[in-house]
């Protein structure tokens, strides 16, 4: 018997309206949904061994300076705060990042959490996407500023935010959102990318 996904992401509802302004806007703006990536929320001591072994653990030491992130292979770890970690991969990889976290912690105090279905996420990308996001965002978004690599927490038009500068060049930014704020959100995005249309 075939494996089916009957899962319905947050903007399902939405379907086709990314593409259409994508296309409307020239390429200027590129929106997209990246439904179901794994989530894993990570505590712990920063000056610990537990922080070593899970660096080890993921194939990157967890980035210590305050919004910065990492990328290993497929996963990107992301710096929320002083003693707490987003780990963020593939569709379906929450299971096995979960369990390799936990084993290498080992008996050290540490929170491991899959998140996963907390929160969707929106690619913005696109040679006007800074503009886009600066639209609705109190961050100063330059790329001297916020440039590859960079995260943070914050607000998109009054939505609560983890935003992403992707490594790669012109990827654009990952914005996770709480799925109970992701249409609004996507409602947002399309309405604003529509000046560049």
């Known amino acids: 018997m075939a494996d089916t996904d009957t899962r319905l992401s947050p903007l399902s509802a939405a379907a086709g309206r990314p593409t259409a302004v994508t296309r409307a806007s020239g390429g200027a703006v590129r929106l997209a949904e990246l439904p179901f990536l794994a989530q894993i929320d990570l505590r712990l001591d920063p000056g610990g061994p537990a ?25 990107a770890v992301l710096w929320l705060g002083p003693d707490q970690w987003l780990v963020v991969g593939p569709p379906g990889a929450q299971e096995d990042l979960e369990a390799r976290l936990r084993k290498a912690a080992g008996e050290a105090h540490v929170s491991v959490t899959d998140v996963s279905a907390q929160r969707t996420t929106l690619l913005v990308s696109g040679p006007r996407a800074r503009d886009l996001l600066a639209h609705g965002c109190s961050l100063d978004l330059h790329p001297e500023v916020f440039g590859p690599g960079a995260c943070a927490r914050t607000a998109l038009a ?7 500068a992707r490594e790669e060049t012109r990827a654009g930014f990952w914005v996770l959102v709480r799925s109970s704020f992701a249409g609004y959100l996507a409602d947002w995005l399309l309405d604003a990318a529509t000046e560049y249309v």
């Open 51 to 75: 922080a070593e072994a899970a660096g080890l653990a993921l194939g990157a030491p967890l980035p210590l300076e305050p919004c910065t992130s990492v990328r290993t292979g497929d996963l």
């Open 158 to 164: 009054r939505a609560q935010v983890v935003l992403v």
